[in-house]
C-alpha cells in the first residue's frame, strides 16, 4: 500500500499553506471566537507534514504503516482539520459546522468523530506522552512509521511535556519528532515576558533530545529539517519552528488577542481576499 | 481460612496474560517492588516500561501504546495512579475510549504505615464519575487473577483498586467473574449487606456476629461498582427489610451512593459503614485503622441491627 501523492514542490506547498489558512480564517468567521493565531502559525509545517512528509492513507485512516499526527496543542484544531479536509478524510462541507451541537468537528481533536484524528488532546502537556507511547508500541511491533508531534510554546509550561521528555530520551524514541510551535504568545502576551520557557533549545538538548532549530515559514528549511530528523539515531528528535501568531492574517499576525480572537466583517473579508489571492512570484 | 495476597496474584497474572498475548505492556511508577509488576518485569523486559516518579505521563504513554494496538496496564498506589494522573485518565484516556487498564494498588487504608500521603479515600469517587470508565474492586486474591484477566479480554478503560493486604479466599474458584455482575457471597433473609474489597469478608465476619443475635444476613459483593447490574442488585434486596453497605473509602462517591442511588424510594433503610469525610494517617496496622475508621466487622453488624429499626 502507499500514501496519497506527496508533492516535494516548494511553491505547490505554499500553495497549498495558503489554502489551509484560508480555510482557517473561514472556519473562524465573523463574530465568533477561534483559535486563528496558533492554527495559521503551524500551517506551513502542518502543510509539510501532511503534503510532503507524512506516509498516510485518508482512504484507511487506520492504515497501521502511517506516519502519526498528533496535535499536543490541541486548540489548533483547525489547522489539522483543514489539512484533513483537504485530503479527502471527510466532506469539507464539515468545515462549515465546527464546534456546533453535533458537528464532527469538535472544539479540539477527538479521535472518535472525526477520521483522521489520532487521539484526544487538549488537556495541554498530555499530547507528547501520547506520542511517546505511540512511538513505543510502533517500535515494539518493528514497524517504520514515524510519530509527529506538535506542541506549543505555551504548553511546554505543562511539567508533563518534561516528563515525556525525559521517557522519550530514556526509551531513546528515534521514531519521535516533536515540532515546537514557537510563536513567542500565549493567551494573554508575549512568553517571554508573562510566562518564559526561554532558552528552550538547551532545555530539549538538555533532556537528551536532537535539536534543530528553524524558521516555522521557511518551506524549504521545513522540509530540510524533517529530512535532518530521519538520519539522527537514538535519540528523540525537536524541531523548533519559530513563527508568527496568526501569520498569513496580516492584522492579526503576532496580536495575542488573536490566540481566540474574533474577526469583524471587516477584518474577515480582507483575510479571505489576500489569501484567495494568487501570490507574487517568487 | 487461607489469606492470599492479592498484589502477589495480581503480578502473577499479567505474567501469565504476558505469556498468553503479545500485546500485554505492563507500565510502572517505581514502586514495582510493591505493585508486583516486578515478575512481569523480569519474564518480559521488552513489554515492560519503567515509568519513573511520573504518573501523568505513564497514563498518557499508556494511551499512546493502547493506540498502537497494545493492552498497557498502569500500576502504581491507587492514591497516585488515580489521583495525580486524574486528568490524563480522563482527558487523555476515558474521552477517547482507549483500552487503558490503570491498577491502583495499596489502596485504601492498606498502606497503613505510610498514611494519609498514600491513602486513598477518594479513588472510587473520582473513578466513578468518569464517563467511560469501567471501575472494579476484587474481594480477594481469586477474584483478582479473575478480574485482571477478564479486563484484558476486555475492550476499553478501566480502573481496577488493589489492596496491600493479604485477604481471605472467599470467592468461589469454579466462579467466573463477569464485570457488572454482583456476587452472592452467603445467603440470609432479614438484611443484604452490599460490600466491596476486602469489606466483603468483613461483612462475612458479621453475618457470623448477627446470626448470633438472630438477625439473618445475606452478603453481596459489588466488585464490579461501574458497570453494575443494577435490576440483579435490587433483586438480592427483595424480601430483605434492611440494607447495608460496607467499603474502605469515603462515604461520599464510592459503594454507598451507588446503593442508596439504586434503592431511592424503595423504603427501605441502608446503613452505611464507610469512612466519614476524613483522610487516613498512620499506624502500625492496618487493623488499628479499621477499627478507628468504623470498618470492622462490628461496625457492620451493628449497621445491620441499625437498619432494621424504624
Same mark, same amino acid.
Given at each position: 500500500m502507499t500514501a496519497m501523492m506527496q508533492t516535494r514542490d516548494i511553491d505547490e506547498l505554499r500553495r497549498i499553506a495558503r489554502k489551509i489558512r484560508l480555510d482557517i480564517v473561514q472556519m473562524v468567521g465573523v463574530g465568533q471566537k477561534g483559535h486563528l493565531g496558533g492554527s495559521c502559525s503551524s500551517a506551513d509545517f502542518v502543510t509539510a507534514l501532511y503534503f510532503s512528509k507524512m506516509r498516510h492513507d485518508p482512504k484507511n485512516p487506520a492504515w497501521e504503516d502511517r506516519d502519526r499526527f498528533l496535535l499536543s496543542k490541541g486548540h489548533s484544531a483547525l489547522v489539522q482539520y483543514a489539512a484533513l479536509a483537504e485530503w479527502g478524510y471527510?466532506? *469539507? @462541507?464539515e468545515m462549515k459546522r465546527v464546534?456546533? &451541537?453535533? %458537528? =464532527?468537528?469538535?472544539?479540539h481533536p477527538d479521535r472518535l468523530t472525526t477520521p483522521g484524528i489520532e487521539a484526544n488532546t487538549g488537556s495541554l502537556g498530555q499530547g507528547l506522552s501520547i506520542a511517546c507511547g505511540m512511538a513505543a508500541g510502533l517500535r515494539i511491533d518493528g514497524r517504520d512509521s514515524k510519530v509527529y508531534c506538535v506542541v506549543g510554546d505555551g504548553e511546554i509550561a505543562e511539567g508533563q511535556i518534561w516528563e515525556a521528555a525525559m521517557a522519550a530520551s530514556h526509551y531513546k524514541l528515534e521514531n519521535l519528532v516533536a515540532i515546537l510551535d514557537r510563536n513567542g504568545l500565549m493567551t494573554n502576551g508575549p512568553t517571554d515576558l508573562r510566562y518564559s520557557s526561554s532558552p528552550i533549545d538547551k532545555k530539549w538538548a538538555a533532556f537528551g533530545w536532537h535539536v534543530q532549530d528553524i524558521d516555522g515559514h521557511d518551506m524549504g528549511e521545513i522540509l530540510g529539517a524533517l529530512d535532518k530528523a530521519d538520519t539522527i539515531r537514538g535519540q528523540p528528535k525537536m524541531i523548533i519552528a519559530r513563527t508568527v501568531k496568526a501569520r498569513g492574517v496580516p492584522f492579526a499576525e503576532? *496580536? %495575542? @488577542? &488573536?490566540?481566540?480572537g474574533i474577526m469583524t466583517a471587516e477584518q474577515y473579508a480582507q483575510a479571505c481576499r489576500l489569501l484567495a489571492e494568487e501570490p507574487a512570484a517568487s | 481460612m487461607t489469606l492470599q495476597n492479592p498484589r502477589e496474584i495480581y503480578g502473577r497474572t499479567l505474567v501469565e496474560l504476558g505469556a498468553e498475548n503479545p500485546n500485554i505492556v505492563v507500565l510502572e511508577g517505581d514502586l514495582g517492588k510493591s505493585t508486583m509488576t516486578c515478575y512481569f518485569e523480569q519474564a518480559f523486559p521488552n513489554r515492560f &516500561? @519503567? =515509568?519513573?516518579?511520573a504518573e501523568a505521563n505513564m497514563t498518557s504513554f499508556a494511551g499512546g501504546l493502547s493506540l498502537t494496538g497494545k493492552i498497557p496496564f498502569t500500576n502504581s498506589f491507587a492514591v497516585f495512579a488515580a489521583g495525580r494522573a486524574y486528568d490524563q485518565i480522563r482527558q487523555g484516556v476515558c474521552l477517547a475510549k482507549l483500552n487503558v487498564k490503570i491498577v491502583g494498588s495499596s489502596a485504601g487504608l492498606s498502606d497503613f504505615g505510610d498514611g494519609s500521603t498514600h491513602q486513598t479515600v477518594e479513588d472510587l469517587a473520582l473513578m466513578r464519575a468518569i464517563p467511560n470508565l469501567t471501575v472494579l474492586v476484587p474481594c480477594d486474591g481469586t477474584e483478582t487473577r479473575k478480574m485482571t484477566r477478564a479486563i484484558a479480554a476486555f475492550q476499553g478503560p478501566v480502573y481496577m483498586r488493589l489492596t496491600r493486604s493479604d485477604m481471605p479466599a472467599i470467592f468461589p474458584e469454579n466462579e467466573e467473574f463477569v464485570i457488572g455482575k454482583p456476587y452472592l457471597m452467603r445467603d440470609g433473609g432479614d438484611v443484604v449487606a452490599f460490600a466491596c474489597g476486602q469489606m466483603v469478608s468483613k461483612a462475612l465476619e458479621a453475618a457470623d456476629m448477627a446470626a448470633a443475635k438472630g438477625i439473618s444476613v445475606r452478603v453481596v459483593n459489588v466488585s464490579s461498582l461501574k458497570p453494575v447490574d443494577e435490576p440483579a442488585l435490587r433483586a438480592f434486596a427483595r424480601g430483605m427489610r434492611g440494607i447495608v453497605t460496607a467499603e474502605e473509602h469515603s462515604i461520599m462517591g464510592g459503594l454507598s451512593c451507588l446503593i442508596n442511588y439504586v434503592f431511592r424510594g424503595s423504603g427501605l433503610r441502608t446503613e452505611c459503614v464507610a469512612i466519614m469525610d476524613r483522610f487516613g494517617q498512620s499506624a502500625g496496622s492496618q487493623d488499628e485503622l479499621l477499627a478507628e475508621y468504623g470498618l470492622t466487622p462490628r461496625h457492620i453488624c451493628a449497621a445491620a441491627e441499625k437498619s432494621l429499626s424504624k
Open positions: 471527510f466532506p *469539507r @462541507e464546534k456546533v &451541537f453535533g %458537528a =464532527m468537528l469538535q472544539g503576532g *496580536r %495575542a @488577542e &488573536f490566540h481566540n | &516500561f @519503567e =515509568m519513573g516518579i
